[in-house]
């Protein structure tokens, strides 16, 4: 069965400084990858997605992301983060079938500090 | 594009009471999924359709649940005889057939007193 570890439950960092959350997955086939944000009483907006090609994938706000096959892992980096930044982040797997349901790592909270 | 609707936004009901939340995906899309999420935790999936058909359902999805999505448009999630190990946030999120980027709508929270 699939599953979805994100190592840190909270990270802060000091904005303008760079952050790395960790993701790392299990699957035994084929997936595809996501890193979700959620800001507080709020739904999930997709930040990036690993389909396929590059294994690294980049958003419009400065976060990117790596798919790393043989760690099994899809972390995600920003350089410098801004206060706006913090909120809550998941990471999320779907396996190359045909049902799309997502798998959910337990978050990690990003929290930036002036 | 609106992007994904849900409604309420809160629902406060009490034990053994009857609730039900509607989802309005993005008109394009085909395909509708619901999630779970309890406090502190990562979303956790309940059920999706493909167009009108309801293909999967999670275990969590007891009986007391209850799904539907008539002509493939918006969807209803119906929870029956509520319990307090109900109250959650209720999500919803759609996506293209083979898309697999699905795209959330701000949730329903659930408190059960």
């Known amino acids: 069965a699939q599953s979805v570890t994100q190592l840190d439950s909270q990270v802060p960092v000091f904005e303008e400084a760079p952050v790395e959350l960790r993701c790392n997955y299990s699957?035994?086939?084929?997936?595809?990858l996501f890193w979700y944000v959620q800001y507080p009483n709020q739904g999930l907006q997709l930040l990036l997605k690993y389909l396929s090609g590059s294994t690294l994938v980049k958003s419009i706000n400065g976060f990117e992301a790596e798919f790393n096959k043989s760690q099994t892992s899809f972390h995600l980096r920003k350089p410098s983060v801004h206060i706006s930044d913090t909120a809550e982040y998941f990471c999320?797997?779907?396996?190359?079938?045909?049902?799309?349901?997502?798998?959910f790592g337990q978050g990690t909270t990003l929290q930036v500090k002036p | 594009d609106t992007g994904v609707s849900q409604d309420p936004r809160h629902k406060i009901t009490k034990r053994g009471q009857n609730v039900t939340f509607r989802c309005d995906p993005i008109?394009?899309?085909?395909?509708l999924y619901w999630y779970r999420q309890t406090l502190g935790q990562g979303p956790e999936f309940l059920t999706y359709?493909?167009?009108?058909?309801?293909?999967?359902k999670s275990r969590l999805l007891s009986d007391r649940f209850s799904a539907e999505r008539p002509k493939g448009s918006f969807s209803t999630l119906e929870i029956q005889r509520t319990e307090q190990g109900d109250s959650a946030m209720y999500l919803c999120?759609?996506?293209?057939?083979?898309?697999?980027?699905?795209?959330f709508g701000p949730g329903t929270r659930l408190t059960v007193t």
């Open positions: 999320a797997v779907s396996e190359g079938g045909n049902t799309g349901k997502l798998i």
């Open positions: 008109s394009e899309h085909n395909r």
């Open positions: 999120a759609s996506s293209l057939e083979g898309g697999r980027a699905q795209y």
């Open positions: 359709f493909q167009n009108e058909a309801q293909l999967e």
């Open positions: 699957s035994s086939v084929s997936v595809y």
